[in-house]
């Protein structure tokens, strides 16, 4: 059930996360969206639980999983537009 609701809170947080950083190089696609969303929302698990946050079977929140997202969408942006320029 953890992996799940990582997923599931990571499909949320990551449309969240597009709605908060309007950008030009934002990901086209739903699919990619809610991929982001997910790494954004493992991310911020496996950092909630390196720093003592979150105990091994538990996930992060709803907010740890968007501000993960943000970051995520924040490199993803970064990497696209240093492509672009190249």
Not at 32 to 60: H, K, M, S
């Amino acid at each position: 059930m953890g992996i799940l609701w990582i997923i599931v809170i990571g499909f949320v947080a990551g449309i969240v996360a597009r709605l908060l950083s309007p950008g030009p190089n934002k990901p086209a696609g739903f699919l990619l969206t809610t991929g982001l969303g997910i790494a954004g929302a493992f991310v911020a698990t496996f950092l909630g639980q390196a720093v003592g946050w979150y105990r091994p079977d538990q996930g992060a929140g709803f907010i740890a999983a968007t501000l993960g997202a943000v970051v995520v969408l924040f490199i993803w942006n970064r990497v696209a537009a240093a492509r672009r320029i190249s």
